[in-house]
């Protein structure tokens, strides 16, 4: 039976709980790395310090992140929860693809690798047709053209551009 607290609570409930541990887990791990990850300088006033800032916000974050978890009305997770989580989660799928595209452009190239996914997220997201599968893959080779041939945005060239003869080699690592 739910507490009068409990009851009281206006805001969402599902997801709290897993949210408030994660935020706290996740600004406890950062705080514990700030002292690998920036420097204390001799003879700097104490606010230009490179540390004191990012200390202070991440100490914000732990505190208020554990008050947080604290004042929650409850502290168990039911199935709603677990929904919610799995809800959020769905956004690292977009994070991975990301991830994907970076590593493989510098082996593949951005022409074939953008040909590639730019096709494959229209098809996850839904537009399955040819006629859109065409139409992303159109937009894809446009993107290419606008980025290194008429802005020369310097993008490395594939490591697979080094099997084609001189000529080819250095118009595909230049435009494409």
Do not use: C
């Amino acid at each position: 039976m739910p507490s009068e607290r409990e009851r009281r609570f206006v805001g969402p409930r599902r997801g709290q709980f897993i949210f408030a541990l994660a935020f706290l887990a996740l600004s406890a791990l950062l705080l514990s790395q700030i002292g690998e990850q920036t420097r204390w300088m001799d003879k700097t006033k104490m606010f230009a310090q490179p540390r004191f800032w990012p200390a202070i916000g991440l100490g914000g974050m732990v505190v208020m992140g554990g008050l947080h978890l604290y004042r929650l009305p409850w502290r168990h997770n039911t199935r709603y929860d677990w929904w919610e989580t799995r809800k959020w989660a769905r956004v690292l799928e977009f994070a991975l693809w990301f991830m994907a595209y970076v590593i493989l452009v510098p082996v593949l190239g951005y022409l074939p690798v953008t040909l590639i996914f730019v096709p494959a997220l229209s098809w996850r997201m839904g537009y399955r047709s040819r006629e859109m599968l065409w139409i992303s893959a159109a937009f894809g080779v446009a993107v290419v053209l606008l980025f290194k041939a008429f802005l020369s945005v310097k993008i490395p060239g594939g490591i697979i551009y080094e099997i084609l003869p001189g000529p080819l080699r250095s118009f595909f690592i230049l435009y494409l």
